[in-house]
């Protein structure tokens, strides 16, 4: 009997080919893992999506939608499939902005200059 499990391909990042942890969409509709598309967009300095070769808007640099409909479903097919070694990947924390950062600080009482 053969113990490897096939991952839906749908639940490849398609930069990193790897089971996304974080999936975020971009304006042309395709689903990324953060830390890939973050990667490709900031330290690429590419302009455009990786899959469709559409130009992204500066809107897609700065605000990644988190999928979490497809988060959750990934999350269940690792559960479903922890017989095989899958481990459950972790919900993601919302990234922080820098208004909680400045709020966080006021709360401290810690004076920072903008």
């Known amino acids: ?62 605000d990644l939608t988190p999928n979490h409909t497809f988060r959750r479903s990934i999350q269940s097919w690792c559960t479903i499939n922890a017989f095989y070694g899958i481990e459950r990947i972790p919900t993601s924390k919302a990234p922080v902005n820098k208004n909680k950062i400045s709020k966080l600080l006021k709360d401290e009482d810690i004076d920072v200059e903008a």
């Open 1 to 62: 009997m053969d113990n490897e499990i096939d991952v839906p391909p749908f639940f490849l990042c398609p930069i990193s080919l790897e089971i996304m942890k974080d999936p975020v969409t971009v304006s042309a509709g395709i689903t990324y893992d953060r830390e890939s598309i973050e990667t490709w967009l900031f330290f690429g300095k590419n302009k455009s999506c990786s899959v469709t070769k559409q130009q992204l808007s500066s809107s897609d640099f700065s």
